[in-house]
């Protein structure tokens, strides 16, 4: 069963750090591009950062760049997102999914992923 699960969110002051983890079950990670995207109440879904597995090439959104940073570690079939200097306009459902595609600005959109995860809550509040 091809799977992934999405952990590491909960409740977290202004500035402080989280890590959310997607992990693959099923089918390996290492030949897809990752996307973390988020969704507000009320928002659409929108597209954080993603990385590639053909040379390894990163994409944040602008609101995100300098704070959070994306990495996998194959041998876990895991990709990070570690979120630092969080906001509150941070709070959102996170979600990863997969890409067969490479993905650049262009093609940084929810309709070119699949198989997502469940979600995990991020709240940033004090």
């Known amino acids: 069963q091809v799977q992934l699960v999405e952990s590491g969110g909960g409740l977290v002051q202004p500035g402080g750090s989280l890590r959310l983890s997607c992990t693959a079950s099923?089918?390996?990670?290492?030949?897809?591009?990752i996307g973390w995207f988020r969704q507000a109440p009320g928002k659409e879904r929108e597209g954080v950062s993603c990385?590639?597995?053909?040379?390894?090439?990163?994409y944040y959104a602008d609101s995100v760049k300098g704070r959070f940073t994306i990495s996998r570690d194959n041998a876990e079939n895991t990709v990070y997102l570690q979120m630092n200097s969080l906001k509150p306009e941070d709070t959102a459902v996170y979600y990863c999914?997969?890409?067969?595609?490479?993905?650049?600005?262009?093609?940084?959109?929810?309709?070119?992923?699949?198989?997502w995860g469940q979600g995990t809550q991020v709240t940033v509040s004090s």
């Open positions: 999914a997969v890409s067969v595609l490479q993905i650049t600005t262009a093609t940084m959109f929810s309709r070119y992923f699949g198989s």
């Open positions: 990385i590639n597995s053909s040379d390894g090439s990163t």
């Open positions: 099923g089918f390996t990670l290492d030949y897809y591009a």
